[in-house]
């Protein structure tokens, strides 16, 4: 089943733009898109992009940090965030908080940055700090564009945002009976990097709404890692005949966020990202992460994890070796596969990811 | 606590172990400089303080061998709010310093390979590859570490640690202390302070528990002067490097800093640098250097290369390159004036806010500028570590900045502060070679 017609990047920014709206490039991994638009700014997300040239960052950056660092400042250095107003850095790791500092430091890009610290728990200090946070990004954004949007204005925002996420959730949840191929699902998911949140309620209530769905084929598996590139992977894991059931996948599946609780609209904020999935960048413990994909494959009957990580992915590489054991102890057998934004799709990692699949039967 | 446990500790280490090392210093401190495996051609005789650096690291690990059961023993990050465990008894181990001494011992390919073949990648932090092949091995070059009670990883250094110690956590199934530092661009804010000085707060009931006591506001206050007054010296010994010739060069600093890492808030440790400060200030009065001629002086940047420092040294001094500076052992100093004794977790909230790798890479380039300054220098050396990001991303920028904007040679040097593997030395040569031709232009 083919998706409805979905504006690409360009599109979508262009038209947020002839609108007067503004546009924030905004970094890995979790930020609050409510607060941007309450100041209607766009936030699009930058994920690398895969293949770009990387000469520019490497007039920065040394050959041992991660691809998406290196892509996202070849990316701007060479004009591909010049629509962009702002830039949003989430200090997410020490690569990324780098990139943020000589952004501000040494870069200096037309646009203003913004640096966002996300704190590594989920105790009531981490609570207070990030609201706090928020509070002060509201401040900045509103220096910048001189409006200061009323708490209804945020909290309608917010609402709408977590509308966005909760459909999201369905598509997850009714994955398996959602008849989309492996890749054309990942399309569909990803564009919540982009496109505005009522874009993409109306997508998504368009795709909930088709009926006579099919199970998927093949062999259920859940991807895990930071972010599917190159796409061509999914084609290819359903050529192999599996199926993504599930994720725990940086730019997807640990962004799947809860509603909030609060009134006060920085603490829902705040609460909607530190109730998310597990994720390594936010300090969950590894008996968190082992649980929770335990529980993804015992809802999904994923029969295998691939990790897919991006080279020199400190936060991914420190839990491996023991979530897998643990996971390997609890009957969930894995593979890791280690990737660079912008190598092809290799044999090997095809071989590999095949040679897996039959080990799964 | 048990009693076999405590009356081995005061056999082993109070009774045995202080007499051993004791005898061994008296009979280093009388020895000749010709038994010294470092060039006496070109170097001057080594810092007489060597021998007591010797007798009391070895104590420490000597004290870590028999502390469980005796003591409780906590496992903290470098930059680690260390004064309240201290307060309450701790013994404290330091895995990036046990990793600096396996680097300096050259045992970091043997024990960081049990790491890689428990499937943890070359590509993360050495220290942490060489700190989990040892938990994972039990190989160490000394003896054997105490198991943890409690764990206490705090962020102003890197994230890795905190990845590290939730690998910690997970295989001694402790409390991990989680000290969360929000990273500083420029001037921390309100909430981050509070954020800090509430977690500081929150860290105590744990640390009782687990000592099993209370901790006194006045304890406390004692080890956060002493660790002050051992901060302040050890500024003050670095300042030292600004004479003609320096009398210690950034090598003896690596050497001597390890009690300002791991032995912040004893008593100890400010005698051990009041007797370096002493026996420095009669090299200035003799106008003894670090080297025999000094005619060119560097500032280090980064983290040292441990299993290399000889080698740099001895190449550097051939030349007459004296490296009297270092943004990173400076780093244990330069926050001194933050600590306040009659404010202690507000003003350990701030202090332990800013370290430089807490902040940004202005700060960094602002403080290697600062230093060519004051300590009259020729040029930089940027280590750039593969295993430290957070020192490291930025280095390329601030080297171009310092050739081009403030006409200070400067010169990037890829290695590893662990790892030999990444580690060149050809390259490294000639780099070097290079870099000596820059310096006499």
Request: hydrophobic content about 40%; some cysteine; glycine content about 6%.
């Amino acid at each position: 089943m083919e998706l409805p017609a979905i504006p690409n990047r360009i599109e979508t920014i262009t038209a947020f733009k002839q609108n007067s709206g503004m546009i924030a490039a905004v970094l890995p991994i979790h930020y609050p898109r409510s607060l941007f638009r309450a100041f209607d700014v766009l936030p699009v997300e930058v994920w690398g992009p895969p293949g770009t040239d990387v000469s520019h960052g490497g007039a920065h950056l040394q050959p041992y940090v991660c691809s998406i660092v290196h892509n996202a400042l070849s990316f701007l250095k060479k004009g591909g965030l010049d629509l962009a107003d702002f830039i949003a850095v989430p200090h997410t790791c020490d690569s990324l908080q780098g990139f943020g500092s000589i952004l501000l430091d040494f870069v200096k890009p037309k646009q203003s940055i913004f640096p966002l610290y996300l704190p590594r728990g989920n105790r009531p200090e981490d609570l207070r700090f990030l609201t706090e946070e928020f509070r002060q990004l509201y401040r900045h954004l509103s220096g910048l564009t001189g409006k200061k949007p009323s708490e209804e204005i945020l909290l309608r925002c917010i609402r709408r945002e977590e509308k966005a996420d909760d459909l999201l959730r369905q598509l997850y949840e009714k994955r398996q009976k959602v008849s989309l191929s492996n890749y054309s699902f990942y399309h569909l998911v990803r564009t919540r990097e982009y496109l505005p949140a009522e874009t993409f309620i109306s997508i998504a209530e368009k795709v909930l709404s088709r009926k006579g769905f099919d199970n998927p084929k093949g062999t259920a598996i859940i991807l895990s890692g930071i972010v599917p590139e190159p796409m061509e992977v999914l084609t290819t894991i359903t050529e192999l005949g599996a199926a993504v059931v599930a994720d725990d996948l940086a730019c997807c599946g640990r962004r799947l966020y809860a509603s909030g609780k609060s009134e006060q609209p920085f603490r829902r904020m705040a609460e909607r990202i530190l109730n998310a999935p597990p994720d390594p960048t936010r300090g969950n413990s590894l008996e968190e992460r082992k649980q929770y994909l335990l529980r993804l494959a015992d809802q999904t009957d994923a029969r295998g994890v691939v990790f897919y990580d991006v080279k020199f992915c400190e936060p991914e590489l420190f839990d491996l070796p023991r979530l897998r054991a643990k996971l390997k102890a609890a009957g969930l057998p894995s593979v890791q596969i280690e990737i660079d934004l912008n190598d092809p799709l290799s044999n090997q990692i095809v071989t590999r990811i095949g040679a897996f699949l039959e080990i799964l039967g | 606590m048990s009693v076999s446990a405590t009356l081995k500790y005061m056999v082993n280490v109070n009774i045995i172990g202080k007499t051993a090392l004791g005898w061994q210093r008296r009979r280093a401190e009388h020895s000749t400089f010709s038994s010294s495996k470092w060039r006496t051609d070109i170097l001057s005789e080594p810092l007489r303080i060597g021998a007591r650096t010797k007798e009391l690291i070895s104590l420490h690990y000597l004290a870590g061998r028999y502390a469980n059961g005796h003591r409780p023993v906590a496992w903290v990050t470098s930059g680690g709010p260390v004064e309240i465990l201290q307060a309450l008894g701790y013994y404290v181990l330091y895995p990036e310093n046990h990793g600096a001494l396996c680097g300096a011992r050259r045992a970091v390919v043997d024990i960081s390979t049990e790491a890689e073949n428990a499937g943890y990648s070359r590509d993360i932090c050495s220290y942490a590859r060489t700190d989990i092949g040892s938990v994972l091995s039990g190989k160490t070059p000394v003896g054997k570490l105490p198991k943890p009670d409690l764990l206490l990883a705090c962020t102003n250094i890197c994230q890795t640690v905190l990845h590290w110690y939730r690998v910690l956590a997970d295989h001694f199934n402790v409390p991990l202390i989680l000290i969360d530092t929000p990273f500083v661009y420029d001037e921390a804010p309100d909430h981050a302070i509070k954020f800090v000085r509430r977690q500081l707060e929150d860290s105590i009931p744990v640390s009782e528990q687990v000592a099993g006591k209370t901790l006194e506001y006045k304890k406390l206050q004692e080890v956060l002067q002493l660790s002050k007054d051992a901060t302040e010296l050890w500024l003050e010994i670095m300042g030292r490097g600004k004479q003609h010739p320096a009398p210690l060069s950034v090598f003896d600093q690596f050497i001597h800093m390890a009690p300002i890492v791991e032995m912040r808030g004893l008593k100890t440790t400010v005698d051990f640098y009041s007797q370096l400060l002493k026996e420095l200030d009669e090299r200035i009065s003799k106008g003894i250097g670090a080297l025999k001629k000094e005619r060119k002086r560097l500032l280090w940047d980064n983290l040292p290369i441990w299993y290399r420092l000889r080698y740099l040294s001895e190449y550097l001094a051939e030349r007459g390159i004296a490296v009297v500076a270092s943004t990173y052992t400076n780093a244990w100093g330069e926050l001194a004036p933050l600590i306040n004794v009659d404010k202690p977790l507000d003003s350990m909230a701030r202090t332990y806010l800013y370290p430089i790798l807490n902040k940004g890479t202005k700060y960094k380039l602002n403080t290697m500028r600062r230093m060519v300054e004051d300590f009259d220098l020729n040029g930089v050396i940027l280590h750039s570590d593969r295993s430290c990001k957070p020192y490291s991303i930025g280095q390329v920028d601030q080297r171009n900045r310092l050739i081009k904007e403030y006409n200070i040679p400067a010169l990037l040097l890829e290695a590893d502060h662990d790892d030999p593997r990444a580690y060149a030395e050809e390259q490294v040569a000639s780099r070097l070679a290079a870099f000596m031709e820059m310096l006499e232009d």
